[in-house]
């Protein structure tokens, strides 16, 4: 199966002591970038959460976790604040010595005294880490779920879009190869014509046999069988990664490269317009195959 890199996913959890939201979504990279966000207090899970991501064999994409906790209970409160009465007496103190030693004005109020949040001590509640994992967990595989099946659904439309695609650049080939084979007769003839008329003109017999060899040399530099027969191997092995499914994409990329080659050879040997057009025809195809490759994992 092919997977695409963007999809979304969501996992709720509502009780009378917590309110979980867990949202999965992820957009086209070419390596696997995952960010998470936690709420500070559980930054902890961070880890634990990267590590059950790639463990659903996610592999490529710019992954985004959003994880949003709501714990009502008593002792649920992230954080205790209180005050530094010892630095802020201190502070005060400083601060009134600074107005009489140059001569200030007085303004010292209780909002710009907060302002100095190093008279705040911030008291993290303690967390028993493997009971929040163990709370998060079911929240985080139920927006996985959903992540994954999108991947997949979105993959499987991709798949069918490019199968249609590659079998209608395969089509072409044999047409081309008919084309060929008469273009290169055509080619042949004329260029020996133009030989035997050239010696002809200067008064010189031409060697038969030498003429022979070398009209058949040009044919064979002009003749496309070799390239006709490396992209049949590369639509062949182009099925077979799409039939194997997984982290495909870097591989088909791969391939159409090659393909790309081997149609760009075709074009460059033939004069034939009507090759000319089909060869125009795969390389619009392949850039369109090209583009889907992108979303693929």
């Known amino acids: 199966m092919i997977y695409s890199m963007t999809a979304f996913g969501r996992g709720v959890l509502r009780t009378e002591e917590l309110d979980v939201t867990v949202e999965v979504r992820s957009v086209n990279n070419r390596f696997l970038d995952c960010t998470i966000k936690l709420p500070r207090a559980y930054s902890f899970l961070e880890e634990k959460i990267k590590g059950y991501i790639s463990s659903r064999k996610v592999t490529r994409g710019k992954v985004e976790v959003f994880v949003g906790i709501d714990n009502h209970s008593a002792d649920g409160a992230a954080a205790k604040l209180t005050l530094d009465k010892e630095y802020a007496r201190a502070y005060i103190e400083a601060l009134n010595e600074l107005g009489e030693t140059f001569g200030l004005t007085n303004d010292i109020t209780l909002m710009r005294v907060a302002a100095n949040r190093d008279i705040f001590r911030t008291e993290k509640a303690e967390h028993d880490e493997e009971k929040d994992w163990q709370m998060l967990l079911p929240v985080l595989e139920e927006a996985m779920d959903m992540f994954v099946a999108a991947r997949a659904a979105e993959g499987a439309k991709i798949e069918k879009d490019i199968r249609g ?133």
Not at 235 to 246: H, K, V
């Open 165 to 297: 695609k590659i079998a209608g650049i395969e089509a072409l080939t044999p047409e081309i190869a008919a084309l060929s084979e008469q273009d290169t007769v055509s080619r042949k003839e004329k260029l020996e014509e133009r030989i035997r008329k050239l010696l002809g003109d200067e008064g010189i017999v031409p060697d038969e046999g030498r003429l022979l060899t070398e009209c058949a040399i040009f044919a064979d530099k002009i003749a496309i069988d070799e390239e006709l027969v490396r992209l049949a191997s590369h639509f062949s092995a182009f099925y077979e990664i799409l039939d194997l499914g997984g982290a495909a994409g870097r591989k088909l990329d791969f391939l159409l490269q090659e393909i790309n080659r081997e149609t760009n050879t075709i074009g460059s040997k033939c004069s034939n317009l009507s090759i000319s057009r089909k060869v125009v025809d795969i390389k619009s195809e392949l850039e369109k195959i090209r583009e889907q490759i992108q979303n693929i994992e």
